[in-house]
């Protein structure tokens, strides 16, 4: 089955604790993306990457690093999470200019 | 970043009734797209739309791409309490997508 899979689906931390979030796709797609969902303020992309090695930031990429060394995985790294990067979090990816297809989230809580 | 403008921001609505949402943004964008959203999942992709002045269905949805390039309309009928969810539009230029903030649909048996 084509999806996009995101783990872990809920995440509880501390300030400060370094946590990555893993992402994988099998469709081959070249283009992947993280997003941040919040209440009234809809996604808002972190990162973004159209192919092996090529990575971008996105609107709001302080605080979050990522790496693309194979094309189906796309992991969200937080070097020194905060409270305010407490929220849901959505990994997507896309076949060139085609829609975006998306996980099913990871709920982050930084305490 | 962009946003675009998506409206209404929630619809509360008997089942049956027909729904209409809409997004325009001040930029021309290539391709629009319609998601949903349940409750802890994913956006799942409803609707693509790639052509100016395009109207595509999928089973009781419709939606159109703008002429202007800068706005689309999605439409539901015959409402059923499934359709519950937030709906978002995004448009896409390229590889960058733009969200609206989402159309929260309540269906009331």
């Known amino acids: 089955e084509a999806q996009v899979t995101q783990n872990p689906r809920y995440l509880i931390t501390v300030t400060g604790k370094k946590l990555t979030v893993t992402c994988s796709q099998n469709m081959n797609h070249e283009y992947m993306s993280w997003y941040r969902q919040d209440p009234g303020l809809g996604l808002r992309q972190i990162y973004y990457?159209?192919?092996?090695?090529?990575?971008d930031k996105g609107d709001v990429p302080e605080g979050y690093k990522v790496s693309r060394k194979e094309k189906r995985n796309f992991p969200l790294i937080l070097e020194s999470p905060s409270p305010n990067q407490t929220s849901l979090y959505f990994c997507?990816?896309?076949?060139?200019?085609?829609?975006?297809?998306f996980g099913n989230g990871t709920r982050l809580t930084v305490t | 970043g962009q946003q675009l403008n998506q409206s209404p921001q929630s619809m509360f609505i008997q089942e049956g009734e027909d729904v209409s949402m809409n997004c325009t943004s001040s930029?021309?964008?290539?391709?629009w797209l319609w998601y949903k959203q349940d409750p802890g999942e994913g956006p799942v992709l409803l609707i693509a739309?790639?052509?100016?002045?395009e109207l595509t269905s999928n089973g009781r949805l419709t939606a159109q791409f703008g002429i202007t390039r800068k706005d689309s309309f999605l439409n539901i009928s015959a409402s059923i309490p499934s359709d519950v969810g937030i709906y978002f539009c995004a448009g896409a230029t390229g590889n960058q997508f733009y969200f609206g903030t989402g159309t929260s649909l309540t269906v009331i048996p």
């Open positions: 997507a990816s896309s076949l060139g200019p085609g829609p975006l297809h």
């Open positions: 739309l790639y052509k100016a002045g």
């Open positions: 930029s021309i964008f290539n391709t």
């Open positions: 990457s159209m192919n092996v090695e090529v990575t």
